[in-house]
């Protein structure tokens, strides 16, 4: 039985990188997503920017356990698949070196790094992120040690075969090419090195082979629809939700995944044959994300 009906999407539609925060909207997120046709998310650890981040392992683990259990909360309330990614986020590295110094900024860095990679080896979490590096201009000293910490990251990651989601700047296929060299020289396969909001170019001169999930703001379709014949490694959907009623333009809705889906299901039946879209979204929103993750989505 066809998974397009009536010309629209009836199967699983993931978001692979949203937050979420019990103060703010939370489960009521959750619910719109669902009743539009959501079927499964990546719930990605937020860091604290409002509040004090942690500045100790401990607290980095108490900062974890929030992210897991909110998780927890959402399987049991709507039945949806949930996966989870924890990892400390290079902002808050940068933040913390006017705090901490850099040497003891970048240690607690990679103590949060060992001990998130300890709660996916337990099964708690699914994948490392988000991690990178500052998506903005910073010193030359700093921008150094970043690299040095996102290659000493990527590392262990290679080391215990888990997927990274990847926070960084937004300089086109310059970004892809440097950071799929850091990958190469790791040791971390380019499929499991994910670039978390990425930009609607899925072509493989573009990404040099790394994953990626896009994200689906308007004109995301178009730009899906005349690269994705030349991808050459999975790619997936997000909106990066912050949860934050402050920051309501800065990214996108819970609704937006399975409204892109929509469009880009019509857009690619116009041009393509119905059992063709229906492999390409079931790669996009099942195949890939449930290979890449470990979990059934």
């Known amino acids: ?3 397009i009906v009536d010309g629209r999407w009836t199967g699983p539609v993931v978001d692979q990188h949203i937050h979420l925060d019990r103060s703010n909207r939370y489960l009521s997120a959750i619910e719109e997503f669902v009743r539009v046709g959501g079927t499964g998310i990546m719930l ?10 942690p500045i100790d392992k401990e607290g980095y683990s108490r900062a974890y356990s929030e992210t897991i259990s909110m998780a927890e909360e959402v399987r049991k309330k709507f039945a949806i698949s949930v996966g989870v990614v ?10 913390q ?4 110094g850099i040497d003891r ?16 080896e337990k099964g ?26 996102l290659s000493h990251i990527m590392a262990e990651a290679a080391i215990s075969k888990v997927p990274i989601q990847l926070h960084v ?19 971390l396969p380019l499929s499991q090195t994910v670039r978390h909001y990425a930009p609607a170019d899925v072509s493989a001169n573009f990404t040099h082979g790394l994953s990626c999930t896009v994200s689906v703001g308007r004109g995301s379709v178009e730009g899906l629809l005349s690269t994705h014949a030349n991808a050459s490694a999975p790619w997936g959907m997000e909106t990066d939700f912050l949860d934050d009623p402050r920051r309501p333009g ?32 079931l790669k996009i929103h099942s195949e890939w994300p449930s290979k890449l993750y470990g979990i059934d989505f």
């Open 44 to 53: 990605v650890h937020k860091p604290g920017f409002s509040g004090a981040l």
């Open 105 to 120: 900024a970048s240690e607690l860095h990679l103590e949060s790094v060992d001990l998130a990679l300890e709660l996916i």
């Open 86 to 95: 924890i990892g400390p986020h290079p902002v808050a590295w940068e933040r």
């Open 169 to 187: 700047e937004d300089a086109g296929e310059q970004t892809y090419s440097e950071i799929s060299q850091l990958a190469i020289q790791s040791g």
């Open 124 to 149: 708690k979490a699914h994948c490392l992120g988000e991690v990178g590096r500052p998506h903005y201009e910073v010193s030359e000293e700093i921008w150094t040690q970043a690299n040095e910490n």
């Open 250 to 281: 800065a990214v996108l809705g819970p609704k937006t995944i399975p409204k892109r889906t929509d469009e880009l299901c019509s857009a690619l039946l116009a041009e393509n044959d119905p059992n063709d879209v229906e492999n390409l979204l």
């Open 1 to 3: 039985m066809s998974l």
């Open 97 to 100: 070196i006017s705090e901490l």
